[in-house]
T-cell receptor, first 110, second 113 residues
């Protein structure tokens, strides 16, 4: 079983829609959770970081962590064509080595 | 603007060649990483380093070696390139501590023919 599972998509939504991206994990020791955005032919860039459970909001982006269900989510409100990218979740137990999901490809259609 | 710089964006090498991928960071980060990224497999850790001259194997080290002679530079070496090493290679660095994310380079697309 993989440490981190992520639906690869692809996901296609109209502009302005709310997008929900999700990852599940098996290691209950994970406590550091991150979301990265990767544009085509570029390296991933850090989008959101959350420690332990709870929500974190940054502009149109909200990250949620539910440790009891071993489930994390990234919500994108009022999605824009510029949000079209691959989104990767990453998580770690002790903050040293992070385990990545395989990424979800998102296209926002104008 | 802080960054991780990978020396080549695209490389084409022949089977059996020795290949060097170079990575330099300007953020004084202690930790540096080499990943490869393949469709459907995501990011897989090849090697990482917590300090100068220190290296640790990741999940898929076979066929690779690394060198970290200076804090800012981390090199990935393919001893004898094979076609199954055709991939996107991503270098990353991060500061020690759980609150810090990775800073990735733009990647090197390596094709072995």
């Amino acid at each position: 079983q993989k440490e981190v599972e992520q639906d690869p998509g692809p996901l296609s939504v109209p502009e302005g829609a709310i997008v929900s991206l999700n990852c599940t994990y098996s290691n209950s020791a994970f406590q550091y959770f991150m979301w990265y955005r990767q544009y085509s032919r570029k390296g991933p860039e850090l989008l959101m970081y959350t420690y332990s459970s709870g929500n974190k909001e940054d502009g149109r982006f909200t990250a949620q962590v539910d440790k009891s269900s071993k489930y994390i989510s990234l919500f994108i409100r009022d999605s824009q064509p510029s949000d079209s990218a691959t989104y990767l979740c990453a998580m770690s137990a002790a903050g040293n080595q992070f385990y990545f999901g395989t990424g979800t490809s998102l296209t926002v259609i104008p | 603007d802080v960054k991780v710089t990978q020396s080549s964006r695209y490389l084409v090498k022949r089977t059996g060649e020795k290949v060097f991928l170079e990575c330099v960071q300007d953020m004084d980060h202690e930790n540096m990483f080499w990943y490869r990224q393949d469709p459907g497999l995501g990011l897989r850790l090849i090697y990482f380093s917590y300090d100068v001259k220190m290296k640790e194997k990741g999940d898929i080290p076979e066929g690779y070696s690394v060198s970290r002679e200076k804090k800012e530079r981390f090199s990935l070496i393919l001893e004898s390139a094979s076609t199954n090493q055709t991939s996107m290679y991503l270098c990353a660095s991060r500061r020690t501590g759980g609150a810090y994310g990775y800073t990735f380079g733009s990647g090197t697309r390596l094709t072995v023919v």
